[in-house]
């Protein structure tokens, strides 16, 4: 393979370069060339870009691709528009043969368009067009026109189109002057057309039944319709396809039907709560269904208690799975597939151990070729219990597109299944199972992260070997954050090593912990929505999450009174003999949502922050000779003694109050607390101190290094009396302190309170 070949068709050193350093593409052109220099030695420029878009944008069986190979030397598809049809043609005609004469229609082979025809149609559209023309003149739009021109002549000559429309405007308006040729004049900006963001923006999620919409870019745009798969890149077609399609439609009506298929092995983290909105969104957008399946096909790391937090946090987030299943229901079904894919020559019963088998090059098997009937004795003996742990595996005869060969479809593990019990010792891995359960429920879009693009090979493979529905495998990106690990064993060594408490510390993003925390389940998915659906790996700090956190807490959240370092206050003219009963907003300023009552005496507490002896230059509180407002109480106070313990801390402030309609407008309001409930609140930062801690550049020493050990700050302060009784989980915004939740640790005689987020975004962080 030479440049020089890469040349003769037209290509620029730099693109045959390009084309060089990719393998695949490179092997295709080459046989496409070879092909075409045997049916015409001189190859110009034109069929040369053919070719070559062929090479790179058509992907079909070598057959086919000889059968375009001739249409373009030939000359019988000499358009761009006439090659794209092809592309669409053959794509939507997947099976053999290839229909001639309907392809040739499609694709309009032998129409001839004249200049002369060219010329009318111009003429017609400038017609048409002439006043806006006019009034422009040399700043008209001409690609307008060109559209216009080219959906009336689908085969017409795109070169020709344009030079014969530059003529005729020539000829309306003549010679360019000066006054063409001049720079507009900027005139006042035109003011922003509102957008409708319902329109752009996916619906956010609430209720039992769920109602995100999910935002789709890049390749999600192209998810194929039911019944449709051959549509999609990569996908696999065989002479059974289009009739199993065809099975399928009958029995899903042209559904859309997704799945979300966790182990059952952890706790969901902020990443699946995407997996979770885009299978259950999809389907909704599309009127269809999602199952919640359990692939459980690993019963040493399974249990109960995980299968119930999962359908848990599914129903937190407001979906309702049309029907949940588990990958061990299929058991009975899988195995005879397996025993199916061995009478096919496609598995094979192996005895490699398991360090033989791990990396992606391991030794060939000696049993690969082993004769058919022994390998079913030998499985069947598998199931019967005749080996030993590691002593015998069924292997697939594939080798999967990151290079691994033969996957290991069962092995054999002497464990009670949490799901099945006892009944089997022979279980199916991933690569086995997921596919075929894809086809058992009829999934239309099985979707998954990218991580698994290099399975998707074998997905399609084992469903055509066993010919059964095959589904189409479309991958995403994982939601990846920042300042935080999700790995099930990494948050496991946190917890040994006491840096959490335990799956649902707060400082995690678990979605059990995220909950606890208090963050909206309504903001959780809003955020998922922003982040949309795209296949490129991004990492996003976990501000944007906060944000939609105050936004949804914004409007939800009741407003109290807390202070987290109380200084005691007491007002010496206090003009009532006992305690004031002053009712507030719930959340001002909209009164539809209630209000509560909150006591007011002489003896209250405020923020040790909001006082200082000698107020500094722009600082707007409580000082010896500044006063300031109390919310909510109409009344300003004045420091009249500051009263010191031993040790010359300030312990005490005797203050006189004056209403606020009698003395000028103080500069600040500050809240307080009077006949307050103690309470317990935990402050949190972020867990890590780099934003990459799994990053051995960033933390060469492991992510437990990077540990930020002030990431909980633990305070007691006082809390307005009626947030009493509250439930747990209850969300509350501490007014100007921030967003708190009611911890699972409250009891009737202890109160605990979460920081959920501040107010205001940490104009620290970065």
Known sequence: MSLELFQSIGLSEAKAKDTLANAAVSKTLEAIITKAKSIKEDIDKQIGNFLYQIATCYKGTETRIEFLVEYVCSEKLSLGPQLTAAFEYLKGHPVDPIDVDEFNETCGVGVVITREEIVQVVMETLDENRKELMEKRYRFNVGKLMASVKSKLKWGDGKVIKEVIDEQVASILGPRTVEDDAKPQKGAKKSSAKVDK???????????EGKTSVQLVGEALKFHKPGENYLTDGYVVTPKTMNLLEEHLKETGGMVITRFPPEPNGILHIGHAKAINFNFG????????????????NPE???????????????????????ITYASDYFPELYDFAVELIKRNSAYVCHQQYDELKGHNPPPSPWRDRPIDESLRLFEDMRKGKFEEGEATLRMKIIMEDGKQDPVAYRIKYTPHPHAGDKWCIYPTYDFTHCLCDSLENITHSLCTKEFQARRSSYYWLCNALDVYCPVQWEYARLNLHYTVVSKRKIQKLITNNFVRDWDDPRLFTLTALRRRGFPPEAINKFCAKVGVTMAQTVLNPIMLESCVREELNNTAVRVMAVLEPLKITISNFPHSEAQELTVPNIPPDNSKGSHNIPFDRVLYIEQTDFRETAEEGYRRLSCDQPVGLRHTGYVISVENVIKDSEGKISELIVSCQKSSDVPKPKAFIHWVSHPLECEVRLYDRLFIHESPEDSEQVPGGFLSDVNTNSLNVMKGF????????????????????????DYDTTPDKLVFNRTVSLKEDSGKN
């Open 282 to 297: 999809y389907a909704k957008a599309h009127g269809g269904i999602t199952y919640l399946r359990y692939d459980d096909t």
């Open 301 to 323: 790391k399974e249990e109960k208690r995980f299968i119930l937090g999962i359908q848990d946090m599914v129903k937190w987030l407001g979906h309702k799975p049309y029907k």
């Open 198 to 208: 319902s329109l752009v923006e996916p619906e956010s999620t609430s209720g039992d």
């Open 719 to 742: 809390v307005d009396i009626t947030v009493s009784n509250s439930p747990h989980l209850t969300t509350l915004q501490f007014e100007r302190l921030g967003y708190f939740c009611v």
